[in-house]
């Protein structure tokens, strides 16, 4: 309880001469206040018993303020179990559900003790705008030191010549980098031109949808036009790619993406880059870990600029960084004799101020941390293990007859195509969920035939008005040239028909109450899609029609290859199950989930997943600390 102490009569008698000068001096400075208030300002100071009455109740009412605030031990120094019990027992629960499960999402990864001692020092209390030896704010002589270690490790980990590329630690995450390095290179409208998403790109590369929404701000301030990849083989099309950049002469060309198992012809990309007249920018986000561990194709040989995440192969903390050329150009018709990269400049200033404010210096500190933990003998073994767990994993699905893109990978995972079980990805990925097996459910590009089980495929390969060769795309082509959907199996058919006489007898297949439904729907083809309830239903079934595994995050946990053979064990049990419940329920969703309930195979399959989990190392801490180990 506070403590209310009077002042003694010679106190008040001080503090009356000192309130009394306070106010004087406050009245006469304060030209407002001075004709209105000096008069009685006079007054109260003739009569010091005011005063010291006035003093001693400012005595008396400010005690208890200052006596109510908690001491140092009681706000700073408790630990988070005691300050807050909720968040702890949210946090436990999270680590015994990392512990306890399978995780593969390619974009996801398990990082060391050290990184994340570095994310909870006291670095995150310093405010540092501005770069190394610049800042806007005093104290930052240690700050400077951490964030040129940074730096210099950065390029030490992915082999560079200081001399010939810099580089920026500072962008928050993967997609402020990217936004960060286009604002740099280009002006507003300027045109880009990246994977598209469902081949495999990332949202940051110049995503819209085939309505014309503009999904990301890439899209929203750029042109964008999209390259993709071949419907038959997943590969990127290098020369459909040349083809357009000639016509959209773009400023700025992206390679990298979020889910392509194969490498990246980079040498292609320059040459293609350099006779349009385009810059060269990798995203190599996803296969950061493996370019530094030399065991993935350099992008730094052939780009302009380079950006990626930190937290996924390279195993450290949530945070981006954007590497860019610098020193002299090499000689180039048409272009002045001694000319320089001048991306340095552009790049830092449009990370700060133009994007972003202080950096994170927590973060550049566990970034620090993780680039040194990446040139070590040991994270190269790593990432080696990572590959050799991939295909062990995917040679596995595929000797159960399952089919990947590209009937492989290169590096750290498996594009896994759902469409020929009849299955969508959702479906599995809400049954794995319940079994403690983590992953998440992706778009395949392109059909390779007219219909699936439950109209799985509908809607993933649309046609060009011609109804002849390549499939258009329902995330980007312009809806005045689409078809109506409800005709996708009959245009699917006719273009994998060589015979067209064949494909025209061929479509006499099609049910004929698939061609009613536009006459239920009662639309045409210039309204938004994603207004027509059945429309809406087939696409959004056909989108999530493939599962993206990843190894990294196992493998950080000490799993080899007889490991990913049983993980695959797992995954061939889990699509069995969701086969059988689906032919029981159905294919409709809500039906479909009423057969996970009280499920027995569902339990049994958790319960093994569980203990062969349990029974690796976990990093990041300890299993002795935590609270749920059962």
Not at 63 to 68: D, S, V
Request: charged share 20%; proline share 6%; hydrophobic share 40%.
């Amino acid at each position: 309880m506070a403590s209310h102490h009077l002042a003694s009569p010679a106190a008040a008698a001080t503090s009356a001469a000192t309130v009394s000068r306070a106010l004087f001096k406050h009245a006469y400075t304060k030209p407002s206040y001075s004709l209105l208030h000096a008069p009685l300002l006079r007054t109260v100071a003739a009569r010091p018993a005011l005063l010291s009455a006035a003093a001693a109740a400012v005595s008396t009412t400010a005690a208890p303020a200052a006596a109510a605030m908690d001491n140092v031990e009681e706000w700073g120094l408790r630990p988070l179990a005691e300050v807050d019990p909720e968040v702890y027992d949210l946090i436990e629960r999270e680590k015994r559900r990392q512990r306890a499960g399978i995780e593969l999402i390619a974009s996801e990864n398990f990082t060391s003790l050290a990184v994340m001692e570095a994310l909870g020092s006291p670095l995150t209390n310093k405010y540092s705008e501005g770069m190394p030896g610049a800042r806007y704010y005093g104290g930052n002589e240690v700050i400077d030191e951490i964030e040129e270690l940074c730096r210099t490790r950065a390029l030490a980990a992915f082999h560079l010549d200081p001399a010939r590329w810099g580089v920026n630690v500072q962008p928050y995450s993967g997609s402020p980098a990217n936004f960060a390095a286009y604002t740099g290179l280009l002006q507003p409208n300027d045109r880009i031109m990246g994977l598209d998403l469902p081949s495999g790109g990332h949202l940051t590369h110049g995503y819209y949808t085939a309505s014309g929404k503009k999904i990301s701000a890439t899209s929203i301030y750029f042109q964008s036009l999209p390259y993709k990849v071949s419907s038959d083989t997943g590969y990127v099309d290098y020369d459909k790619l040349e083809e357009k950049a000639m016509d959209f002469r773009p400023k700025l060309i992206i390679c990298g993406g979020s889910a392509c198992p194969r490498e990246w012809d980079y040498a292609r990309f320059r040459a293609i880059a350099d006779k349009c007249g385009a810059m060269l920018l990798c995203d190599m986000a996803h296969i950061s870990g493996l370019v530094a561990a030399q065991e993935a194709l350099n992008p730094f040989e052939f780009s302009d600029v380079v950006t990626t995440t930190t937290h996924k192969s390279l195993r450290g903390p949530r945070s981006g960084m954007i590497f860019y050329r610098k020193g002299p150009k090499p000689p180039k018709k048409g272009q002045p004799e001694g000319a320089l990269y001048d991306y340095e400049d552009k790049i830092n200033f449009a990370v700060f101020p133009s994007l972003q404010g202080g950096p994170h210096n927590h973060q550049i500190a566990a970034l620090a941390v993780a680039l040194k933990q990446a040139m070590s003998p040991g994270f190269k073994a790593y990432i080696q293990q990572v590959k050799a767990n991939t295909v062990s994993l995917g040679n596995h699905l595929m000797s159960k007859g399952y089919k990947l893109v590209t009937d492989g990978t290169e590096n750290h995972l498996v594009l896994w195509d759902l469409r020929p079980l009849g299955l969508t990805g959702n479906k599995v990925e809400m049954l794995c969920d319940l079994c403690n097996i983590t992953l998440n459910k992706n778009a395949v590009f392109g059909d390779s035939s007219a219909l699936s089980p439950g109209g799985v495929r509908i809607g993933l390969a649309v046609l060009e008005p011609s109804m002849i060769g390549e499939p258009a795309d329902l995330f980007a082509t312009p809806l005045e040239i689409l078809p109506e959907w409800y005709f996708f199996p009959v245009f699917q058919i006719l273009r994998t028909v060589p015979n067209k006489l064949l494909g025209v007898l061929s479509m006499v297949s099609v049910p004929t109450g698939l061609l009613t439904v536009p006459f239920l729907e009662n639309v045409n083809k210039f309204q938004n899609p994603f207004r027509r309830p059945v429309a809406t239903t087939f696409f959004l079934i056909g989108t999530a029609v493939a599962l993206w595994l990843g190894t990294p995050a196992m493998t950080s946990r000490g799993l080899v290859e007889k490991d990913f053979v049983q993980i695959a064990e797992y995954l061939h049990r889990a699509v069995t199950i969701c086969l059988s419940i689906q032919a029981e329920h159905g294919k409709i969703l809500k039906d479909f989930k009423k057969g996970l309930v009280q499920n027995k195979d569902i339990e049994n399959l958790r319960a093994e997943v569980e203990k062969f989990a349990t029974s690796f190392d976990m990093p990041g801490f300890r299993v002795s600390d935590m609270k749920y180990t059962d």
